[in-house]
């Protein structure tokens, strides 16, 4: 095949064919199968594409596209399948659920669809979840872990460290520059600044509080297995909150992410002032604890009582961190005016990424500017 004919082809499977799409070139064997995938879900006409309410076709159609796509492909066309096809109905079907990718969004579907789940397609459901959430632990656990661990070995200062090892350099050199010596190119380190010898009791308080409605789907997922990776480490008291107009604590199921996930309910209204009062009785220990609210900020109970608790806990010493998403997609839509309020009181309101977590949950840690860490690391939404 000649270099134009590649190119051709290359157009022709993008453009999907048809009279005006002006390539007049054909498809066979692989590629025309590759086609018929594709038109299935984005075939604007809709003659060929379509794949109707028959769970044998979008079984084939599944099986397809894991063979001639990679699983990253596969997962997009999953999900713009369920969307633009309203295939979720589907879904509650155990031979469909064993035929698909499984991602984070799939997941997202599929506790949104938990309580109208049969009890055969809910079996089926649980290993997806659990596949996906084994594949995030494995990820994201060995990095969250050391990330945490020397945010709090680093926040432990001391100005008597015993051994040389224990020194941190450049803090002890900032804290001497008055006694540098021109003539010989040096500084006397007066006083030494260095990390004291880990502690084994609880060093942190972290509230984590998730809002359930419908675009925190994935942010949802992340937090569940972010909230157990930190729950699993004695240093830290973690306890996880999801909200709606009600409040449920999960801190219990911590030790079973996909449990957790399963106890959820995605979708709808918002109290966030509800979910922060709650959540305020659970931190005994204002000037160590993280509190992190996952929410898109559209609140349906009371704002001026929700920014006042906010206002409140950052007075008492509380690290407060907003995110209008952990995910990778970015911000969804959120209210930009309660995202701006929060800005101005120093509560930066931005998305942040699941692998860009760690080093947040290190800065808060270490109680470093997190208006300053999200400028340098992610785009601020105000």
Not at 186 to 215: F, H, K, M, N
Not at 230 to 240: D, F, N
Not at 274 to 279: G, L, N
């Amino acid at each position: 095949m000649t270099e134009t004919d590649e190119r051709l082809r290359r157009w022709r499977l993008v453009l999907g064919g048809g009279d005006a799409e002006g390539t007049g070139g054909g498809l066979e064997g692989v590629d025309a199968r590759m086609d018929a995938a594709l038109s299935a879900v984005y075939d604007q006409g809709g003659k060929e594409g379509g794949l109707g309410a028959s769970a044998p076709r979008v079984a084939r159609w599944l099986g397809d596209i894991r063979t001639y796509f990679p699983s990253t492909v596969v997962q997009v066309m999953q999900k713009d399948a369920i969307e633009k096809l309203n295939l979720t109905r589907l879904l509650l079907e155990p031979e469909m659920l064993e035929a698909v990718e499984p991602d984070v969004h799939l997941v997202g579907t599929l506790l949104a669809l938990n309580r109208v789940m049969p009890d055969q397609a809910r079996e089926s459901a649980r290993a997806v979840v659990r596949k996906v959430v084994d594949e995030l632990e494995r990820k994201l656990a060995q990095k969250t872990r050391a990330a945490v661990t020397g945010a709090l070995d680093r926040s432990a200062r001391t100005h008597r460290p015993k051994r040389v090892a224990d020194i941190d350099w450049d803090r002890t050199i900032r804290a001497n520059l008055k006694n540098y010596l021109p003539d010989k190119n040096t500084v006397i380190p007066s006083r030494l600044v260095g990390y004291a010898r880990r502690q084994r009791s609880v060093q942190r308080e972290v509230v984590l509080c998730i809002d359930q409605s419908g675009s925190m789907a994935a942010s949802v997922v992340y937090s569940s297995v972010f909230g157990a990776v930190l729950a699993s480490m004695r240093s830290l008291k973690t306890s996880l909150v999801v909200f709606d107009t009600a409040v449920v604590d999960l801190t219990d199921q911590l030790h079973d992410p996909v449990e957790l996930l399963f106890g959820t309910q995605l979708g709808g209204g918002t109290d966030i002032n509800r979910a922060i009062a709650y959540s305020q009785g659970l931190i005994t220990r204002p000037t160590d604890s993280i509190f992190v609210l996952i929410s898109d900020l559209y609140e349906g109970g009371v704002r001026e009582e929700m920014l006042r608790r906010v206002a409140a806990m950052t007075q008492a010493g509380v690290q407060v961190i907003v995110l209008l998403a952990l995910s990778d997609e970015g911000a969804p839509f959120y209210d930009h005016e309660n995202a701006a309020a929060l800005a101005a009181m120093g509560v930066p309101a931005f998305a942040c990424t699941p692998d860009a977590f760690p080093d947040l949950m290190a800065a808060a840690i270490e109680r470093r500017d997190i208006a300053q860490w999200a400028e340098r690391h992610i785009a601020v939404s105000g």
